[in-house]
Every structure is written in C-alpha cells, then in structure tokens.
C-alpha cells in the first residue's frame, strides 16, 4: 500500500494501488501505468510520479520525459469545461490575444491555470488547424470561430451548469 491518500478519493487512490500492484517490477509496462494513471485521475498527478517509479523501477526523470513528451498526457487536472484558444499567425493576427485577455479577466485566471471551482482552465496552442476561421478557440474541444471579445461573455455564460 503506498501513501498515496492525497492523490485524490479514497476510490481512486485504491485502483491506482492496484495498477501499482498489477505492474510492480515492470518497467516496461511504464506507458500503460501511465495511462492507468491517467485514467483514474483525469490527469497524472505530480505525487504519483514517485510511487510510479518506485513500484516499476522507472527513474522519475524517465517518467517526467515520457509525460512531457507525449501529449496524451498531463500533469495538470482537467476542469469542467477546457479552453484552448489558438495563439497561431493568422489567430494572433486577427485579435486572438485580445480574447485571451477577455477570457483570463472573465474568468479571473491565467493560462495554465484553473478557476477555483475547478469549472475552467484556460490553455492555448499555436494551431487548431481551423485558420479560415481566425481567430479560434475551442471548448472541450469545440469550434468557436471568428472570435471576438464581443463574443466572449456569450459564449462563457452560455455554459450555465
């Protein structure tokens, strides 16, 4: 049993003792603990790295790389509701900064960081692959095209639970 009591419910702590369990001393099963991990938590929690390294026998710098290389992982917990608003040329260009300003003054957080009441998180990227509709954003991964501060409190307030 690791002291992992602060990782999260008492529910999640018990499963993510049993993946630990299930793949004690081995390192090469270090992508799946990860994304047991992951699974369990909704993010990979910091404090889990080295109860992961100790059980597998996976340094924690090994573990940090594969987390911080592949983007199917996260360190950070993910809110409610997960803006990424497009920071690329063409968005940039026309007013993309603008309505990040908007968002992060709405919602009283900067980028990388989540609302008290763990219902936003504002992320940005350098390219949503939507240019035509500069400038972009999605929420939980929805298209918001053609941008504008404007917009912004419409579109938040339109999210009421």
Not at 25 to 52: A, C, H, R, W
Not at 70 to 75: G, I, K
Request: with cysteine; net charge negative.
């Amino acid at each position: 049993m690791c002291n992992c009591v602060r990782l999260g419910t008492d529910e999640q702590v018990k499963k993510f003792e049993a993946v630990l369990e299930e793949y004690k001393g081995s390192p090469d099963n270090v992508m799946v603990v990860l994304q047991k991990t992951q699974g369990i938590f909704g993010y990979i929690p910091e404090l889990s790295v080295k109860q992961i390294s100790e059980s597998i026998h996976v340094p924690e710098s090994k573990i940090y790389g594969i987390i911080t290389f592949y983007s199917q992982f996260t360190l950070t917990p993910k809110a409610k509701y997960n803006i990424d608003i497009c920071l690329g040329t063409a968005c940039f260009v026309l007013g993309a900064n603008d309505v990040l300003e908007k968002i992060k003054t709405k919602l009283g957080v900067d980028v990388g960081e989540m609302t008290s009441d763990g219902k936003w998180i504002i992320t940005s990227c350098r390219c949503l692959g939507c240019c035509g509709l500069a400038p972009a954003m999605t929420i939980n991964g929805e298209v918001y095209g053609k941008m504008t501060v404007e917009k912004v409190d419409e579109i938040l307030d339109s999210f009421t639970d």
